[in-house]
């Protein structure tokens, strides 16, 4: 079934690539979420390629309220149809469409694809996590700590972080889920969001980070719940526990001395 995954996700970004510069990527803001057509027609291609699959298990999707609304069940997809639509309708290459299966409130499989990118990431629970075909393992050791965040140039609480956590880089990404996976693949060790997040933005890259030996967690460095919710105060993810504990004491501090 990953395998099947990854070629589906392939599919939708393929519809994705061909909506990027249509009027379907334009949108209206909802909050601080930007939601467009295309958003919308992904989610109906990936909910019907999901249902094609074989096996009868529901669909949980930003792009679907109603989905939202029920008491969640022991098993079933969650979907972000385009995560980082705001760089997918800025024209930036950092978004994704991304597919996690959760049973008992943990993800079991995962599927991400940048197809502005075409990076291919796939995770089963237990089996590992690949980067188009190539195993992911993030090591033990290393010299370097790079910050992975939103902007060109690091702002707000991770500029803060830049000089507390002693970072020796920075690197510039849209989509929380391909943030996360970009730790997971070595190009990044260090992402933290200290506001609101999703479960359908977290799940996908928690497995394939956790599957490649990295960390993830809440902001107090504790584990990240799939239940209750689906919106969560933060995340952190890392390259290692070492790091993930340093931030997490960090943010503490941090956010007490903002409240002071």
Known sequence: MLEDLGQLLKSVGTTIMELRYSAASGGTWEGTQLKTEADRLAHRELSTGLH????????????????????????????????????FSGGYDGFVTQVALIEDFSPTLAAVYAPALQLTYLAAEGR??????????????????????????PKGSAADAIKALNCTDY???????LKICRIADGQADLFFKDVV????????????????????????????????????PGVIACRCGDLLQATASWLESYHQDVRD
């Open 171 to 177: 690197l510039e990404s849209g989509s929380i889920g």
């Open 52 to 87: 094609s699959l074989g096996e009868d298990i529901p669909v949980i999707s930003e792009e679907d309220l109603k989905s939202h609304a029920a008491d969640r069940p022991r098993r079933y997809w969650l979907i972000d149809p385009i995560d980082g639509t705001a760089s």
């Open 197 to 232: 997040v999703r479960d359908w933005d977290i799940a996908p890259g928690h497995l394939i980070l956790t599957e490649a030996g990295g960390e993830i967690s809440d902001l107090h460095g504790s584990f990240f719940p799939f239940d209750g919710p689906f919106e969560k």
């Open 128 to 153: 590992g996590s690949t980067l188009n075909g190539r195993r992911l393992d993030v090591g033990n050791e290393s010299k370097r700590t790079v910050l992975i965040d939103n902007y060109p140039e």
